[in-house]
């Protein structure tokens, strides 16, 4: 087996043939998995013709782990994605009661994964709830270890809750009712500061306009707020010659160039500004909380979670999954949308350098949905034929083409 190796500055040394892991997941999980790695072994085929190969891993984690080893996430699953560096899941069910808030949430705080990148745009063809679904072109940062999914918090009735409200009133004079429940917010500048400098490294590779910091500052002044103060400062003292404020260019609108400029909204404001000056909008950095609800909000926009991809990113590993989770009540009926975690390997693709295939894939996906080729999620919105899960697999890697 040949792993990818991780050299200094995070860079990834990538042979012919990695190994990279693959988690089925729960639910629709298993349909949309094999839907897609047909789908990315298709891409890297036509784009490579045979002198690259993905070599996959599968890893166990979930229900299926949990009947064969008794746990929903073995440590050899963890060693596995360690080795593997980079790996794809399916979504996974929250088992309740096992000392785990979300496996989801434990792959990235284990694994360090701290940008959580979750890119909404718009194909043509896909019914969407807005009237100009095409401005939309953004990408989510959300920073995916710390604020309010850290998990610390107690039920109203535990010894540590009834702790600190006796803390909380003796030290600072706070009270609160006995029947209050009680979590912690924790936002660092270290943490905080890693996420927006990922967000404006790929703003600048990418060529992107600007990346605005989304917050709830006014209120929760001390996390949020100083959220958008780190990212200020560090956009200043990093990218201080490649990056503008909002405020100096509207002073001085020539002035920006090429730089990136970098905006601040708060949360509430940005949830109707998307809607309502959607091309205004390029990347987001954001807390943990309020990216996950605004990537669910984006991505209604333009069609709903059967197509957003996501990636879970840190120094190290590299985790890509679907944004929305296990939908149950499809599982096992072959009629999921793929779409989401097809895309999740394109992601894939271009992070370990393989652009041509990523490219080869994207393009694919943009042909199927332009020809009306659907699953039932959009199917039912267009009048047209629904296709399987696996039918739509073969549908995009029918429209593959070598690109030049
Ligand atoms: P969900 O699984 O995302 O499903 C909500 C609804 O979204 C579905 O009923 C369906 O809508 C639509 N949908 C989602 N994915 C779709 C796809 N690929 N194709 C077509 N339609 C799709 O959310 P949930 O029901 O709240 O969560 C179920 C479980 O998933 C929970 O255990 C949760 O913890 C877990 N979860 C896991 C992840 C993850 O692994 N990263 C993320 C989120 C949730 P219609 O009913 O309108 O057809």
């Known amino acids: 087996m040949s792993y990818i190796e991780v050299k200094e500055g995070s860079k990834l040394s990538v042979p012919n043939n990695p190994t990279i892991g693959y ?25 490579y013709s045979g002198n690259k190969v993905i070599e996959w891993k599968k890893i166990l984690a ?3 782990a949990m009947e064969k080893t008794g746990k929903h996430l073995p440590q050899e699953s963890l060693d596995e994605i360690k080795k593997c560096v980079i790996a794809i899941k399916g979504p996974l069910t929250t088992p309740i009661g096992e000392g785990f808030r979300s496996l989801n949430v434990t792959l990235r705080q284990y ?5 959580n990148v979750r890119p909404v745009k718009y194909f043509p063809g896909v019914p969407s709830p807005v009237k100009n679904p095409e401005k939309m072109d953004m990408v989510v940062f959300r920073e995916n270890t710390e604020d309010l999914y850290a998990g610390i918090e107690w039920k109203y009735d535990s010894e540590e809750a009834k702790k600190l409200r006796w803390y909380l009133k003796e030290q600072f004079g706070i009270k609160l009712t006995d029947d209050t429940g009680i979590g912690i917010k924790p936002i660092s500048r270290f943490k905080s500061q890693r996420l927006v400098r990922k967000a404006i490294q790929f703003a600048l590779q990418n060529h992107r306009k600007s990346v605005t910091l989304v917050h709830k500052g006014n209120i929760m002044k001390y996390t949020e707020g100083s959220f958008k103060e780190w990212g200020y400062q560090l956009a200043a003292s ?4 490649s990056t503008i404020t909002e405020d100096e260019y509207l002073k001085s609108p020539g002035s920006a160039g090429w730089k990136v400029v970098i905006k601040d909204r708060i949360t509430d404001n940005m949830f109707q500004q998307v809607l309502t000056r959607t091309d205004e909008y390029d990347v987001l ?19 709903g979670l059967g197509l957003a991809p996501g990636a879970n990113i840190g120094d190290v590993n590299a985790i890509f999954e679907a944004v929305h989770g296990t939908a149950p009540k499809y599982a096992g009926m072959d009629v999921a949308n793929p779409t989401s975690l097809i895309l999740s390997g394109a992601m894939m693709l271009n992070h370990i350098g393989w652009n041509e295939a990523g490219e080869v894939l994207d393009n694919a996906v943009h042909a199927a949905y332009s020809e009306q080729q659907v699953t039932q999620d959009l199917a039912r919105q ?6 399987k899960c696996s039918e739509f697999g073969n549908e995009v890697i029918k429209r593959m083409k070598k690109i030049k």
């Open 285 to 303: 950095a954001t807390t943990n909380l309020n990216g996950d609800y605004l990537s669910d909000a984006l991505a209604a926009q333009v069609g």
């Open 23 to 47: 988690i089925e997941g729960d639910g629709i999980g298993p349909d949309i998995s094999k839907a897609s790695i047909s789908v990315i072994n298709a891409a890297v085929e036509v784009a």
């Open 111 to 115: 694994f360090d994964l701290y940008a």
């Open 382 to 387: 267009m009048n047209v034929k629904a296709l």
């Open 62 to 64: 979930g229900d299926e």
């Open 238 to 241: 990093e990218f201080g010659d």
